[in-house]
C-alpha cells in the first residue's frame, strides 16, 4: 500500500501554550487535524467558561488564513471551580471536558487537586451532565518511583474515584504502561484512553541509554520496553477504548535543555508520519483510521469529520528540526527512524 485515505483525524490532548508560542505551533497542528482538545495548563489556568471563551478566541485569532481547524475546550480542575458555571459552560456547547492534574504531577500543574473530597461535587455533577474528566494519572508522593506512579494512581485514586462516582465519565490521558492499558480495556463504556505518538516509539532506555536526551524527556515518562508494546498493540487493536491524544507540548529549547529542564515532546508537526510507521510495522494500517478519526469522537459524542486526508508512501519525509518561537527554537520530535509516510498537501 502506498496511499491511504482517512477520515481528517483529530487530537484529543493538545497544549497550545498562548501567546508568541501559540501562534508558532498552532500551524502545524492545524495543517492535519480537523479538532483538538486543548489543555488548560496555561499560568494562570483556564477555570471558569469566561477564560475558556477568551483563550478559545486567542486560537482562533491565532489561526493561519483559511485553515479549518475547531479548538475544544477544557476547564482546570480545582478544590474551588464553580460546578454551576462548568455546567453552563458544558451546556453551551464552549467546554467539552474538565481536566484533572494532581497538584504537582506535571508542567503548570500547581493549581491542581490536592483533596480529592473537595471535588466530589463537581465530579458528580459532572456525571449527572456528562460531561468527561480528563486525567493526568499518576501519584506525586515522592516515596513513589516515578516509573510506578502511574500504576499506583490507577489503583489508589482513579479506581476509588469511579467507583465512588457511578456515571462518571474518563478518559485516562497519554497511557504509559501494561496496567493502563488493562485498565481501560476492562473499564466499560464510561472509560477510554488516549495514547501518544511518542510513547509509540520510545522507551526509557531512549532517555537515558548513552547519555540523557532531553527532547525525549516527558511525563508520564516513557517506560520499560514491555509497556511500550503493550501500548503498540492496545493503539493498533482498532479497540475503541484508545484513541490518539498527541499531548504534543512545546517548549523553547534553553528550557528543555537545561539542569532541571521540562518535560514534554513536541510531536505536532509529524505524528501522522510516525503514526504511519508504527501502524504499518504492525500490519494495522487498516486500523489507524479508528484510532486516529473515529474512535475519539464516538467518546465525546460528537461526529467524525466529513473532511479527508491522503497519506502516501515514498522517500524519507525531511521535517525540520525546530519551529521557531518567540521564546527561542522548539525542537521538533525525532522518531529514531526514517518516516516515509507524509500527509498529501
Known amino acids: 500500500m502506498t496511499n491511504l485515505t482517512i477520515r481528517r483525524p483529530d487530537d484529543w490532548h493538545l497544549h497550545l501554550r498562548d501567546g508568541a508560542m501559540l501562534r508558532a505551533v498552532l500551524p502545524e497542528t492545524a495543517r492535519h487535524f480537523g479538532r483538538a482538545i486543548i489543555?488548560?495548563?496555561?499560568?494562570?489556568?483556564?477555570?471558569?467558561?469566561?477564560?475558556?471563551?477568551?483563550?478559545?478566541?486567542?486560537?482562533?485569532?491565532?489561526?493561519?488564513?483559511?485553515?479549518?481547524?475547531?479548538?475544544?475546550?477544557?476547564?482546570?480542575?480545582?478544590?474551588?471551580?464553580?460546578?454551576?458555571?462548568?455546567?453552563r459552560a458544558a451546556?453551551?456547547?464552549?467546554?467539552?471536558?474538565?481536566?484533572?492534574?494532581?497538584?504537582?504531577?506535571?508542567?503548570?500543574?500547581?493549581?491542581?487537586?490536592?483533596?480529592?473530597?473537595k471535588v466530589r461535587g463537581v465530579l458528580e455533577r459532572m456525571a449527572e451532565i456528562g460531561l468527561p474528566l480528563c486525567v493526568h494519572g499518576e501519584v506525586v508522593d515522592p516515596s513513589v518511583d516515578i516509573f510506578d506512579r502511574e500504576a499506583v494512581f490507577i489503583e489508589t485514586v482513579l479506581d476509588p474515584l469511579r467507583r465512588a462516582t457511578p456515571g462518571l465519565?474518563?478518559?485516562?490521558?497519554?497511557?504509559?504502561?501494561?496496567?493502563?492499558?488493562?485498565?481501560?480495556r476492562a473499564g466499560g463504556p464510561d472509560l477510554a484512553a488516549t495514547i501518544t505518538a511518542h510513547h509509540l516509539v520510545i522507551n526509557r532506555n531512549h532517555i537515558l541509554a548513552g547519555g540523557i536526551r532531553p527532547h525525549y524527556?516527558?511525563?508520564?515518562?516513557?517506560?520499560?520496553?514491555?509497556?511500550?508494546?503493550?501500548?503498540?498493540?492496545?493503539?493498533?487493536?482498532?479497540?475503541?477504548?484508545?484513541?490518539?491524544?498527541?499531548?504534543?507540548?512545546?517548549?523553547?529549547?534553553?528550557?528543555?535543555?537545561?539542569?532541571?529542564?521540562?518535560?514534554?515532546?513536541?510531536?505536532?508537526?509529524?505524528?501522522?508520519s510516525v503514526l504511519a510507521e508504527v501502524f504499518e510495522t504492525a500490519g494495522a494500517l487498516d486500523r489507524l483510521e479508528a484510532f486516529v478519526s473515529l474512535n475519539g469522537p464516538a467518546f465525546y459524542r460528537l461526529p467524525p469529520?466529513?473532511?479527508?486526508?491522503?497519506?502516501?508512501?515514498?522517500?524519507?519525509?525531511?521535517?525540520?528540526?525546530?519551529?521557531?518561537?518567540?521564546a527561542g527554537p522548539v525542537t521538533v520530535f525525532d522518531a529514531g527512524f526514517p518516516l516515509h509516510w507524509q500527509v498529501e498537501t
Open 39 to 87: 489543555m488548560p495548563n496555561l499560568v494562570p489556568p483556564v477555570v471558569t467558561g469566561a477564560e475558556a471563551l477568551a483563550y478559545r478566541e486567542r486560537i482562533l485569532a491565532a489561526l493561519p488564513e483559511g485553515a479549518a481547524f475547531e479548538p475544544l475546550m477544557t476547564l482546570y480542575l480545582t478544590e474551588t471551580t464553580d460546578p454551576e458555571d462548568m455546567a
Open 91 to 117: 451546556a453551551s456547547g464552549l467546554v467539552k471536558a474538565v481536566k484533572l492534574y494532581p497538584a504537582g504531577a506535571t508542567t503548570n500543574s500547581d493549581s491542581g487537586v490536592r483533596d480529592f473530597d
Open 169 to 184: 465519565r474518563v478518559v485516562m490521558e497519554h497511557v504509559t504502561t501494561a496496567e493502563g492499558v488493562a485498565y481501560a
Open 217 to 272: 524527556y516527558c511525563l508520564p515518562i516513557a517506560k520499560r520496553e514491555t509497556h511500550r508494546l503493550a501500548l503498540v498493540e492496545a493503539a493498533t487493536s482498532g479497540d475503541a477504548a484508545f484513541f490518539l491524544g498527541t499531548d504534543s507540548a512545546p517548549h523553547p529549547d534553553p528550557a528543555k535543555e537545561q539542569a532541571c529542564g521540562c518535560a514534554g515532546c513536541f510531536t505536532a508537526t509529524n505524528a501522522l
Open 305 to 326: 469529520s466529513e473532511a479527508r486526508i491522503t497519506l502516501s508512501k515514498g522517500a524519507p519525509v525531511a521535517y525540520p528540526d525546530k519551529i521557531a518561537s518567540g
